[in-house]
């Protein structure tokens, strides 16, 4: 098995196990249950905005302990006074060093748009992700069929959270795209074998509806990149190693965004 049918395998598991723990009515008892979720689609598309989605993560199974001991709070706050768009957060313990609590700290924190980053398979972690406060959800194209996708993101509509689907290639784009989605994700790392590729990105720009966001995730490393997929027609940038693997993630993040800021000015009075 591939890591991703590891972490599959792994989740149907842990899934079976939470639903015996936490019975779906006891989750609709959260306070979240009661509050309007913000958009991440609106913001992705704010002009005062740079559309970076500044994800929290300690560990990956590419890379390991990325950094194990940060703090969710002083992370998630920075990120967002730092000008992120929204915020992504893994909640996967078993490859990913995340938990639940996670996202209900940074939840706490901030007013941005919080997407849950996990391995979603079943409606019951959709009314998880709610209940812990999340705003959208991760739909992985390369997990899913087609039905489920449409199937998992309506019940996501329902719940009024948004949907950020993920495809790896222009196959599973094809079969995967659902006007239940809001936003469609370009990984640009291969799941299988973790080589990174910002090439993809630009290769599936054209193919995605223009009724969707556009996200480019993963790899991204240069605020230069940041424009150029800009020009491509992106206007969401998901990124998390880059500014984790610093001892101050909230600091590169805000590095970064000014970077793109600056170069955005040049680019706008060059036209």
Do not use: W
Not at 241 to 264: D, G, P, W, Y
């Amino acid at each position: 098995m591939n890591i991703l049918d590891q972490i599959v395998a792994h989740k149907q598991k842990e899934v079976a196990e939470r639903k015996s723990l936490y019975p779906t009515k006891l989750l609709e008892k959260s306070i979240y249950f009661e509050t309007q979720p913000v958009s991440l689609k609106k913001y992705l598309l704010r002009p005062d905005k740079t559309g970076i989605i500044a994800e929290f993560k300690r560990k990956s199974p590419s890379k390991g302990m990325i950094n194990p001991y940060v703090s969710v709070e002083r992370t998630s706050v920075g990120y967002m006074q730092a000008g992120a768009s929204a915020l992504s957060i893994l909640t996967d313990a078993q490859f990913f060093g995340g938990k639940n609590e996670d996202l209900t700290v940074a939840r706490k924190f901030n007013f941005c748009p919080i997407l849950r980053k996990d391995f979603t398979i079943d409606e019951y972690q959709i009314t998880e992700a709610k209940s812990i406060g999340a705003d959208a959800i991760l739909l992985i194209a390369a997990i899913l069929s087609p039905t489920q996708i449409k199937t998992l993101a309506a019940f996501a509509k329902s719940l009024l959270l948004e949907v950020l689907l993920e495809v790896h290639d222009k196959e599973e784009l094809d079969r995967s795209i659902t006007p239940e989605v809001d936003a469609i994700g370009v990984n640009n790392r291969n799941l299988k074998d973790f080589t990174v590729d910002i090439t993809l990105s630009k290769e599936l720009s054209a193919a995605i509806p223009s009724q969707f966001v556009k996200v480019s995730e993963s790899g991204i490393s240069q605020a230069e990149t940041v424009i150029e997929l800009k020009s491509y027609g992106y206007q969401g940038f998901l990124m998390g190693e880059t500014f984790m693997k610093n001892s101050r993630s909230e600091k590169a993040c805000a590095e970064f965004i000014e970077k793109v800021q600056s170069l955005t000015v040049s680019v706008n009075l060059n036209k």
